[in-house]
């Protein structure tokens, strides 16, 4: 049964740390779909920030997970454990990594790697969706509409940037097949 709840210390935290997150997803994808936007200030301060806003919400996570582990007696060493919170446990890990590499010594080191790595982003997106609507179904609190109507436009936004890329490439690519190959120009001086 459908029960709206006062939210705990340890779920007013997951929202937080939710929130936080999709701060940080918002630049790239408000930019593409929205490219007016580019020019705000705000949009800008986020783009500066980021990476702290990114470490900020995990450490908000990890606060969070804490208290829940602890109010719950949760063994983290029973097989089943894992396997119940399977979203929890891999966002948890997706995160981590993207805490540990928000940094620029990484990000030269990784080069091309860092980028491809931090695009894991958009996997834990869809777990922590997942994470929310399971764990919260039995006993949503006031912060659990919000945070799964937060996620999920998180998502349409994030489907409708990728749907605009890759119109983007296909017209790219179909620029480059119709453009007309140049010429070899030979030239006719002889040398000596």
């Not at 949760?74 to 446990?89: A, H, K, N, R």
């Amino acid at each position: 049964m459908f029960t709206l709840d006062n939210a705990p210390l340890a779920n007013q935290l997951g929202f937080l740390a939710l929130v936080a997150y999709i701060v940080t997803l918002l630049p790239t994808n408000v930019r593409i779909v929205f490219p007016e936007t580019k020019q705000m200030k705000f949009h800008r301060w986020i783009l500066k920030n980021r990476r702290i806003i990114g470490i900020l919400s995990f450490a908000i996570a990890v606060v969070h997970g804490f208290l829940l582990i602890k109010k719950r007696d949760i063994d983290l060493f029973e097989p089943s454990t894992c396997w119940i919170y399977i979203q929890g446990v891999s966002s948890f890990i997706i995160f981590f990594l993207l805490a540990i590499t928000s940094n620029d010594w990484c990000v030269k080191k990784l080069k091309k790697n860092w980028k491809h790595l931090h695009n894991l982003t958009y996997l834990a997106l869809f777990l922590v969706t997942w994470h929310i609507y399971d764990k919260m179904s039995d006993h949503f609190s006031f912060l659990t509409p919000i945070g799964l109507v937060a996620v999920v436009s998180m998502i349409v936004l994030y489907l409708k940037r990728r749907v605009i890329e890759d119109q983007n490439e296909q017209t790219k690519a179909q620029k480059k097949l119709s453009s007309p190959t140049p010429l070899v120009k030979i030239s006719t001086t002889s040398s000596k």
